[in-house]
């Protein structure tokens, strides 16, 4: 949105921060069996955590339009801060550039508290509590959050055992973590999670970047960032009032999450995920510290320490998604071919346009310097292209329709922007079969038939979206359903003034 939005050459990326334990159903969780709010404590809805799930801005119409909402958000807040910062330039230093990585085994690394007491990581375990998941996403069987005790269910425990029983050790540093998987200790076909982690930092001028391997929570984050910043500070490299303290992750390897040692005490989903024990974010932050001075404009003359080497498995991973075995088309047809055409009559703004091909798998081809879908516009007999993948209105969906034979079909959905201009369009698929037995690869298009664009759907859909406004049980045309969020909006500001 924000790169078609400004245009040109423009490429916008957007970080992950400290988002742990944050979430995009900002409706927030309810029991999707009664209604009800889910038990506040440990998200549950009758003792279990599976019908306790979040809910988006737009859950009444799809999560699809949810996510539309929230990146539009994102968008807008950073197209203003693009075009107007809202705070002066910090004063310059030179645009010293400077950066440090290092590796550190976290399983028993000690270090020392800002109060002088000493602490130590363990080898990495997963709690009971993570196969509860969250209620973006549920886990299955009895598993519930905030469990720091050991659990109702012995079965569990003795299939934590079969799998590999933890050591007493293992048991008392993870404390008050019950462990249900030891995958610190586990290494067979190769280690199920990292023990020795990276601990990297980037400076540019004043902004200085903590690149965290896990997902920090947003106090954890916080506390990184401050302690960070007061280090800085107090080794001369950037004053506290011109310093600006981000972090970014997951980067480099994957440590699963990183609470503060309060969120660690409760055991939900982040404290259970929190590998390496209630200090794991302060060895993080101890280990910034000790190596801040390699920001500075003049770093040591030692280079920084290159750490234990971490093993490398990207030869002998194991991957459990299988490959395209072979494509077909149904009985009669060709890949490409229309099964499902656009409509005769015009459509307006608002509407969807949708066309259902013959398919084949989308992973035979990523394309990830072309498209899957395109809409293309007549202007006066030539073709041109208007919408492509970039284009959030534009979807496209694979579906295998048999498994046998391979055969699969591709919608192609297009949801037309208020202020399309009128004319003649046709929609465009991009695909790529794989032949039974050779297993070559072979390139086709699929055309729909024309249709044109014409008025405004606004004048059809505005009578339902007041009548829904009060009385919600009132169904409104599928094809208003995806203006509906914003014209709720509009009308709720008209009401609340009149």
């Not at 990585?101 to 508290?113: G, K, V």
């Not at 799998?163 to 030891?182: A, T």
Request: hydrophobic fraction near 30%; charge should be positive; glycine fraction near 12%.
């Amino acid at each position: 949105m924000l790169e078609k939005d400004i245009g040109g050459s423009f490429v916008a990326g957007f970080s992950q921060a400290n988002v742990g334990d944050t979430s995009p159903n900002t409706e927030g969780p309810i029991c999707q069996d009664t209604g009800l709010p889910c038990k506040y404590e440990d998200s549950t809805c009758g003792g279990k955590a599976q019908q306790c799930m979040g809910r988006g801005p737009a859950f009444r119409i799809s999560d699809t339009e949810s996510c539309r909402i929230i990146g539009k958000k994102q968008y807008l807040g950073a197209k203003a801060i693009y075009h107007n910062p809202g705070k002066e330039s910090v004063a310059g230093d030179g645009g010293v550039v400077r950066s440090f990585h290092t590796f550190t085994d976290f399983s028993n690394y000690t270090f020392q508290l800002p109060n002088g007491t000493t602490k130590k990581t363990c080898r990495a375990a997963l709690g009971f509590s993570f196969a509860a998941g969250t209620t973006d996403g549920p886990g299955a069987f009895d598993f519930t959050q905030n469990d720091p005790d050991a659990p109702s269910n012995p079965f569990w425990l003795l299939v934590r055992n079969l799998l590999k029983k933890p050591s007493k050790n293992q048991v008392e540093c993870h404390k008050p973590k019950p462990i249900l998987l030891d995958v610190g200790e586990m290494d067979k076909p190769y280690p199920w999670a990292p023990n020795i982690v990276d601990i990297q930092m980037f400076r540019v001028g004043q902004l200085a970047i903590i690149i965290s391997p896990g997902e920090a929570t947003t106090m954890s984050g916080r506390r990184w960032k401050k302690a960070v910043a007061k280090e800085l500070n107090s080794a001369g490299i950037i004053s506290s009032g011109d310093s600006w303290i981000v972090l970014g992750g997951p980067a480099n390897s994957y440590t699963h999450y990183i609470a503060t040692p309060e969120e660690y005490a409760v055991q939900r989903y982040e404290g259970a995920s929190t590998l390496y024990g209630q200090f794991t974010l302060d060895a993080y932050i101890s280990l910034c510290k000790r190596y801040i001075p390699y920001l500075g404009a003049t770093p040591p003359s030692v280079p920084i320490p290159p750490g234990p080497s971490p093993p490398i498995n990207t030869n002998n991973s194991i991957s459990l998604i299988g490959g395209v075995v072979h494509d077909s088309p149904r009985l009669g047809k060709r890949f490409g071919d229309v099964l499902t055409d656009v409509a005769s009559t015009p459509y307006p703004s608002g509407s969807s346009v949708k066309v259902v091909f013959v398919g084949a798998n989308p992973r035979n081809n990523l394309r990830l310097d072309g498209t899957y879908a395109a809409v293309e516009r007549n202007n006066g007999g030539t073709w041109n292209r208007v919408r492509d993948d970039t284009d959030w209105d534009l979807v496209y969906q694979w579906k295998r329709t048999e498994g046998l034979s391979g055969q699969s079909e591709v919608t192609i959905s297009w949801t037309i922007e208020q202020g399309t201009p009128a004319g003649q369009y046709r929609i465009k698929y991009y695909g790529d079969s794989k032949r039974p037995f050779t297993g070559k690869i072979t390139a086709f298009e699929g055309t729909s038939g024309t249709f044109n664009i014409g008025s405004t759907q606004t004048k059809i859909c505005l009578p339902y979206f007041i009548i829904r406004r009060y009385l919600y049980s009132i169904a409104s045309p599928k094809e208003c359903a995806l203006t509906e969020y914003y014209y709720q909006g509009w009308l709720g500001g008209l009401f609340g003034f009149l």
